[in-house]
Nanobody, 125 residues
Framework: QVQLVESGGGLVQAGGSLRLSCAAPRRTFSNYAMGWFRQAPGKEREFVAAIRWSGSSTYYADSVKGRFTISRDNAKNTLYLQMNSLKPEDTAVYYC??????????????????WGQGTQVTVSS
């Protein structure tokens, strides 16, 4: 069953901003590393950003670094992705993902074991 639920997607003009949210049950959030991936039609799913359980370490794809900010509110079991200066090439379905945190990579789909159904982000030119 789907445990993660994304929200906040929509249509925005280039240069605008959106904030995505990902709600998770406590058991899939506490002590978990979490990440955001995206997939455009006809393309492979790609890594966007990730954050450790403590929030002390964050990771970003080069294509979004400086524009996107990943954060989490552990008290609310919620993950966020603040997206600023959006570009048409950011258009995609965005997915949140989770896995128990440990010393390991966070850049690949195989690194995660829980996924949401995705939320559509469309950036117009």
């Amino acid at each position: 069953q789907v445990q993660l639920v994304e929200s906040g997607g929509g249509l925005v003009q280039a240069g605008g901003s959106l904030r995505l949210s990902c709600a998770a049950p406590r058991r899939t959030f506490s002590n978990y590393a979490m990440g955001w991936f995206r997939q455009a039609p006809g393309k492979e799913r790609e890594f966007v950003a990730a954050i450790r359980w403590s929030g002390s370490s964050t990771y970003y794809a080069d294509s979004v670094k400086g524009r996107f900010t990943i954060s989490r509110d552990n008290a609310k079991n919620t993950l966020y992705l603040q997206m600023n200066s959006l570009k048409p090439e950011d258009t995609a379905v965005y997915y949140c993902a989770a896995r128990p945190d440990y010393s390991g990579t966070v850049y690949y789909e195989a690194d995660y074991n829980s996924w949401g159904q995705g939320t559509q982000v469309t950036v117009s030119s």
